[in-house]
């Protein structure tokens, strides 16, 4: 009985990483919230991402929720969020108070589509008070048309950057393209840490001292509440150390991922399967996620030779139950196909090579035996 191929694996992740270093750091430091690891990497990050700010945060549903309520989202506004990214994006537009506008998504790249985007504009009776576009799977959303709307109609753009840390177009980051964008550093994305994290990057000095303001009680200075909303949202130091130590190896990691990516794109070619759009610098592999109307058998044959799956995602943000009733008239086609026949492959650094050729034979003996 050979092994089981996981589909993630944090033991192979970090491999060469050593945590005991960081954790030391900050042990030897006494100093545990808001120290000099959070001042280091926020510095860092930003420098990463090709941006003047970095607003670190408790993890990236609220670097969403924050980024929402620095632009002015609250009850009474709409934004425009695709329905097929995980319902994050969703969970913080409802924690503001404001209402999720659904657009569906483009086929090749499964992100923003920017001409269900203009349609929708062009007919809003009310503009939304913002845009997400999330760069799903580690593929860059078409981001050059989206912002080029977003400043046509005037609305801030919020990139979601939780699963493409590193992704490029012709050299600029992803996280400089919008108003101010949301990361998440929670153990399986790209640059991920030993528990949650998160945070925002943005040019804008006035977003940026909205955020650091709102994750600290609205605090101006201390024990001065100045702005309404605040909460307590902080990165810790430890996960900052063990952020600030991985930061370094982040390119090579995607580059890893990407390597994966375009192994399974060269030996899964031909097969009757819709690959992932691009495996160049504007996708990251986060999730190596490929289409078939034999989802579900295909899926069932990977398991039964040992090979673990994921789907991202079964349910799209308008048919989940929470606030499907508020819904019922959305209909997103390329959404909702891509739900019925999306399927994801292990794809994570140092995944063995043996592994990646088991995966890629599994998906062929069931074609070859069709
Ligand atoms: C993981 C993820 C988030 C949320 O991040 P958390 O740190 O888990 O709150 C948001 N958006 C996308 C696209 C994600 O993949």
Not at 8 to 32: C, E, M, N, P
Not at 180 to 203: E, H, M, Q, R, W
Request: a negative charge.
């Amino acid at each position: 009985m050979t092994d089981r191929v996981p589909f993630f694996s944090t033991q192979a992740i970090h491999q060469g990483f050593d945590a005991q270093a960081a954790f030391a750091r900050v042990l030897k430091s006494h100093w545990y919230v808001l120290g000099d690891e959070v001042k280091a990497f926020e510095r860092d990050f930003a420098a990463y991402c090709g941006v003047d700010y970095c607003v670190s945060l408790a993890n990236g549903t609220d670097a969403l929720e924050l980024a929402l309520r620095a632009v002015g989202a609250g009850p009474g506004s709409t934004v425009m969020v695709v329905a097929n990214a995980g319902f994050y994006s969703s969970t913080a537009v409802h924690l503001v108070g404001a209402q999720p506008i659904y657009g569906d998504v483009d086929a090749a790249s499964l992100t923003m589509c920017p001409k269900a985007l203009a349609k929708a504009l062009s007919q809003a009776l009310v503009l939304p008070q913002a845009i997400i576009a999330t760069h799903l799977y580690g593929q860059l959303a078409a981001i050059d048309e989206i912002s080029a709307l977003a400043r046509q109609y005037g609305i801030a753009l919020i990139e979601d950057c939780a699963q493409s840390h590193g992704a490029q177009l012709d050299g600029q980051r992803c996280g400089s393209f919008g108003d101010i964008a949301c990361f998440s550093f929670y153990p399986t994305k790209n640059l991920g840490a030993l528990g949650d994290g998160g945070a925002v990057v943005t040019n804008s000095l006035t977003l940026a001292a909205t955020v650091r303001s709102l994750r600290q009680y609205g605090w101006s200075s201390k024990y001065r509440n100045d702005l309404p909303m605040g909460r307590n949202s902080r990165l810790d130091e430890l996960q900052a150390a063990v952020l600030n130590d991985k930061l370094p190896q982040l390119d090579a990691a995607n580059a890893q991922r990407r390597a994966i990516a375009q192994f399974y794109s060269a030996e899964l070619g031909g097969l009757p399967l819709t690959l992932p759009m691009s495996t160049g610098d504007d996708f990251v592999a986060h999730l190596y996620v490929m289409r078939t109307e034999q989802r579900d058998a295909l899926r069932a044959r990977l398991d039964a030779q040992g090979i673990a799956t994921d789907v991202h995602y079964p349910v799209a943000d308008h048919q989940q139950k929470a606030y499907a009733h508020h819904h019922a008239q959305v209909s997103l086609p390329v959404t909702e196909a891509a739900c019925a026949t999306a399927l994801t492959l292990p794809c994570y650094p140092n995944m063995p090579q043996a592994d990646q050729k088991r995966v890629v034979q599994a998906v062929r003996g069931f074609f070859a035996a069709q």
